[in-house]
């Protein structure tokens, strides 16, 4: 049987509505990104685990390209550490969504090897401990828990379990994405504009403990506003249908 992979004019919708919220919420900082003067984690890094669960990793990179792009030109504080952080928050959530564990277990820990071992700079040479979270991370990402989470994806009656499902997902995407921009950061930071090895190991000290906290609180904000949009547009049917053939292709 022929599956029609096609985007309707639902998904669309969709895709322009999620784009303006992610645009929008890109203006509004929440956290100041440490070591890059102006720069800010805004509301954006909210909303994207939401967008990649709801519209697919596909769909939900799109979203968070075109609307960080807007953010990257037009929003102060928006910058490139962000916008790829976004990109790779909501692809992470929208491929464990449709049951591609074993892509995003490889797709982190190849961005936390790179980010760990940068040349001279990376946390592995200056402070090996602020990865501490990272790594909790990558083993809930590969554990049973991770698979428990994405079926209760589907378990709409029970609301803690879908809270819970919600909270692991959007952590360990979240942290992936945290994990990119850290990188992004590396690479344009390093050695042309912050070639000081003490500000680096000074950073990471600093991150240790800071990051965990960040990421936490960006997960449950995102799995309490998430749960209400996800339950209200499966039972209006209003999810996009690539996203809802590929989860049930996968259960």
């Known amino acids: 049987m022929r599956r029609n992979k096609r985007l309707t004019t639902k998904d669309v919708a969709l895709l322009i509505c999620f784009t303006a919220l992610y645009t929008y919420f890109s203006f509004i900082p ?23 669960i709801i519209l697919g990793p596909y769909l939900g990179m799109l979203s968070t390209l075109l609307g960080g792009i807007v953010g990257l030109f037009f929003a102060p504080s928006f910058f490139p550490p962000s916008l790829i ?40 040479w200056l402070c090996p401990l602020s990865m501490w979270f990272q790594i909790i991370g990558f083993l809930v990402l590969t554990s049973p828990l991770q698979s428990m989470a994405l079926k209760n994806m589907r378990n709409f009656n029970n609301y803690s379990r879908l809270l819970l499902a919600f909270f692991t997902v959007s952590l360990t995407s979240t942290l992936a994405g945290q994990i990119a921009g850290s990188l992004t950061f590396e690479l344009i930071s390093w050695p042309i504009f912050m070639e000081d090895v003490n500000f680096w190991t000074g950073l990471w000290q600093l991150l240790t403990w800071l990051y965990p906290i960040e990421r936490i609180i960006i997960a449950l904000i995102a799995t309490f506003i998430g749960v209400f949009l996800y339950k209200v547009l499966m039972s209006a049917n209003l999810m996009p249908s690539l996203t809802v053939h590929k989860h049930h292709e996968n259960i």
Do not use: D, E, H, N
């Open 85 to 124: 952080s976004g990109i790779v928050t909501a692809v992470f959530a929208g491929m464990l969504y449709v049951g591609k564990r074993s892509v995003c277990a490889f797709a982190y820990f190849s961005l936390l090897f790179f980010f760990g071992f940068y040349p001279f700079v990376g946390p592995v």
């Open 30 to 52: 929440a956290f100041p990104i440490v070591g890059l003067q102006g720069g800010a984690i805004t509301l954006a890094a909210i909303t994207a685990p939401i967008i990649g």
